[in-house]
């Protein structure tokens, strides 16, 4: 496992065993007084979730992930966006079972859709892009005769997240409308229109 410093470039903690020692201490750290530890100690889980499926494994058999989900309702802005980029790495590089767990267990889902209610456009894109990036996941799924529809399609329609998708539609930024359309298009919309011609089919 390699962290990297922001801009990439090169190691900034290096070697497997420094960064269990540095996972044992980030708990402590985000709940640190300072919100510049706590910010720091985001971008620290942000970057090991950029990397490989057994290193983003190592962080979620701790208790960060949790402890970031509350942090993501109730502290200062440039820390839930920090928290929503780590997510987003997450997303993006984690398994589709790692991001079932996250889902399931820690309710990722509700909490993005709780950032998008806040109106910030930074948020809001970012929330967005992780929440396509779930689907994603959920497209991609191993198969499941027991499974028919993208899990995490279900999940969003519990907690209203297509009606939330819905309202975007009228967003006056572009880059909300755009990606919300096509959240919406080729997921929800394709999932009701599979629905209608099943029910057809057995009427």
Not at 46 to 61: C, D, R
Not at 64 to 78: H, W
Request: hydrophobic fraction near 40%; charge should be negative.
């Amino acid at each position: 496992m390699c962290i990297r410093d922001r801009s990439g470039s090169g190691p900034l903690v290096a070697e497997a065993a420094t960064c269990d020692r540095l996972l044992n201490k980030i708990p402590a750290l985000l709940e640190d007084s300072n919100g510049d530890i706590r910010r720091e100690a985001c971008w620290l889980v942000s970057n090991i979730f950029a990397g490989e499926v057994e290193e983003i494994e190592a962080v979620i058999k701790t208790s960060i992930v949790p402890k970031m989900m509350d942090m993501l309702s109730q502290d200062s802005y440039d820390i839930r966006k920090e928290i929503l980029l780590a997510l987003e790495n997450f997303a993006q590089n984690g398994s589709y079972s790692q991001v079932l767990q996250a889902t399931t267990d820690w309710a990722i889902l509700e909490k993005v859709l709780d950032v998008i209610s806040l109106e910030d456009d930074n948020l809001t894109l970012t929330a967005l892009s992780i929440i396509e990036l779930v689907l994603k996941q959920g497209d991609s799924r191993p198969p499941d005769r027991d499974l028919v529809e993208n899990p995490f399609i279900k999940v969003l329609r519990l907690y209203n997240g297509a009606e939330q998708l819905e309202q975007l539609q009228f967003h006056p930024n572009e880059q909300v409308y755009t990606l919300v359309y096509r959240l919406i298009n080729s997921h929800f919309e394709a999932v009701d229109r599979r629905i209608d011609e099943e029910e057809e089919n057995l009427s």
